[in-house]
């Protein structure tokens, strides 16, 4: 098995506690620190564009509270919430919290939740090595993994630090990049047409030169990726 190497940041208002934290978790070969920051605009852009895998998250920060952000976060980005308030245990775990620390942070409860971080990371680590074809996929949004079936997949479209998956009947808002989902998606079925959308191609209805129609949306066509979509459709297509 390769050596556990655990990449997080700190997302903490309190400049004293944060590099109070950091401090702490240098001491641990397998924790690598990709950041820390003081508000969860400043971490969301290291959050879709580097390999997290776990955030240290104050609840009471300035605009958007640890709560609100912790529902955009990935399921595969483990969440460690900090706090000051012993109240917020019980919701913390609703949110599939890994652990729930008060301040100030005491070394044995800090390595008690690290143990917790090492024994689920170490779990994942043979899923990563042997990824399997799948015909489904799941996303967080509003606090819930919901299981999504890809031929129901028409399109996402990419909304700022969010993507929105788009299927007949639903559409849910997730906390990624598009570049980051587009990459976690099967090539055969999946297909960039501009900076913004990704269709399935099962669901195309018609092409042209400058838009992609799914489902009555037209979509623009971006030149840079219409030779490979037009590829892709090449294969399928009856010449007379």
Same mark, same amino acid.
């Given at each position: 098995m390769d050596k556990l190497s655990i990449k997080y940041i700190v997302i903490e208002d309190e400049p004293l506690a944060r590099r109070?934290? @950091?401090?702490?978790?240098?001491?641990?070969?397998?924790? +690598?620190?990709l950041g820390m920051y003081g508000n969860t605009e400043d971490a969301r852009m290291v959050m879709e564009e580097q390999p997290l895998d776990l955030i240290f998250l104050d609840i009471n920060l300035p605009e +958007?509270?640890?709560?609100?952000? %912790?529902?955009?976060? =990935? *399921?595969?980005?483990?969440i460690i919430f900090t706090t000051a308030y012993p109240n917020y245990a019980l919701e913390s775990y609703e949110l599939n919290a890994l652990d729930y620390l008060l301040k100030p942070i005491a +070394?044995?409860?800090?390595?008690? *939740?690290?143990?917790? *971080?090492v024994s689920h990371f170490q779990q994942k680590v043979p899923e990563? %090595? *042997? @990824?399997?074809? /799948?015909?489904?996929?799941?996303v967080k949004a509003d606090r819930k993994l919901f299981r999504l079936e890809l031929n129901e997949i028409q399109y996402i479209e990419a909304?700022?630090?969010? @993507?929105?998956?788009? /299927?007949?009947?639903?559409?849910?808002? @997730? %906390?990624? #990049?598009?570049? /980051?989902?587009f990459n976690q998606? =099967? #090539?055969t079925d999946f297909v960039r047409i501009n900076k913004s959308f990704v269709v399935n191609l099962n669901k195309v209805e018609s092409v042209d030169n400058h838009w992609v129609t799914i489902a009555g949306f037209e979509m623009p066509l971006g030149a840079s990726f219409k030779d490979d979509l037009l590829e892709r459709i090449k294969k399928q297509t009856i010449n007379r």
């Open positions: 109070g934290l @950091v401090k702490l978790l240098k001491g641990y070969d397998f924790l +690598e620190c +958007e509270s640890g709560w609100d952000f %912790a529902q955009f976060i =990935p *399921a595969h980005i483990q +070394e044995d409860r800090l390595k008690k *939740a690290l143990d917790k *971080a990563k %090595a *042997a @990824v399997s074809p /799948t015909d489904h996929i799941f909304m700022k630090d969010y @993507v929105m998956i788009h /299927t007949k009947d639903k559409k849910l808002m @997730v %906390a990624m #990049n598009i570049k /980051t989902i998606l =099967p #090539n």
